[in-house]
T-cell receptor, first 112, second 114 residues
Framework: NAGVTQTPKFQVLKTGQSMTLQCAQD?????MSWYRQDPGMGLRLIHY???????DQGEVPNGYNVSRSTTEDFPLRLLSAAPSQTSVYFC???????????FGSGTQLSVL | AQTVTQSQPEMSVQEAETVTLSCTYD???????LFWYKQPPSRQMILVIR??????QNATENRFSVNFQKAAKSFSLKISDSQLGDTAMYFC???????????FGTGTSLTVIP
């Protein structure tokens, strides 16, 4: 199994540009989530989903949109990138609440 | 709201020695789960150990064990017989019983010295 696949691994954007971080899992997990990791701040939850068609906001949702049209995919959209969104982004999935999280390999995003 | 605090930004330990990483959390929930994740330089996130709050028995996984003190809201990780491969960032995480919400601490960078 591929597990959780994130693309791209690296991305550089200019302020104001938009982009979508892709996340796909092949484990038929209902639960998926997006985190950002910043130095000295750990991982912070951006958005999460408990199933297809259901999404909700986490700790730091501003500037990000998500949708969950299928069980497999959970893309994260930046509508107008800002330097404050420079970070490493992780997508994760799990079989059930409070089961082990399976993480993607991360996306290093720089906004200039 | 839930918070997770790791008060040791950096630690080091001699190879083959034992080290304990601290974690405290704050919650009004009674049923929850606690985790330790390891992040080596490869950036991959790896589950080290998981503890269910309703279980009094401390979880163990080979050289890794926890000291779970529910009343004190403390969840420390003990690594025995430290190995060079244990060098990594370690994150403590709190998981709600519903809703797929997890809260992470700021991490402890552990270096194992040969």
């Amino acid at each position: 199994n591929a597990g959780v696949t994130q693309t791209p691994k690296f991305q550089v954007l200019k302020t104001g540009q938009s982009m979508t971080l892709q996340c796909a899992q092949d484990m038929n997990h209902e639960y998926m989530s997006w985190y950002r990791q910043d130095p000295g701040m750990g991982l912070r939850l951006i958005h999460y989903s408990v199933g297809a068609g259901i999404t909700d906001q986490g700790e730091v949702p501003n500037g990000y949109n998500v949708s969950r049209s299928t069980t497999e995919d959970f893309p994260l959209r930046l509508l107008s990138a800002a330097p404050s969104q420079t970070s490493v982004y992780f997508c994760a999935s799990s079989r059930a609440t409070n089961e082990k999280l399976f993480f993607g390999s991360g996306t290093q995003l720089s906004v200039l | 709201a839930q918070t997770v605090t790791q008060s040791q930004p950096e630690m080091s330990v001699q190879e083959a020695e034992t080290v304990t990483l601290s974690c405290t959390y704050d919650t009004s929930e009674n049923n929850y789960y606690l985790f330790w994740y390891k992040q080596p330089p490869s950036r991959q996130m790896i589950l080290v150990i998981r503890q269910e709050a309703y279980k009094q028995q401390n979880a163990t996984e080979n050289r890794f064990s926890v000291n779970f003190q529910k009343a004190a809201k403390s969840f420390s990780l003990k690594i025995s017989d430290s190995q060079l491969g244990d060098t990594a960032m370690y994150f403590c995480a709190f998981g709600m019983n519903t809703g797929n919400q997890f809260y992470f601490g700021t991490g402890t960078s552990l270096t194992v010295i040969p």
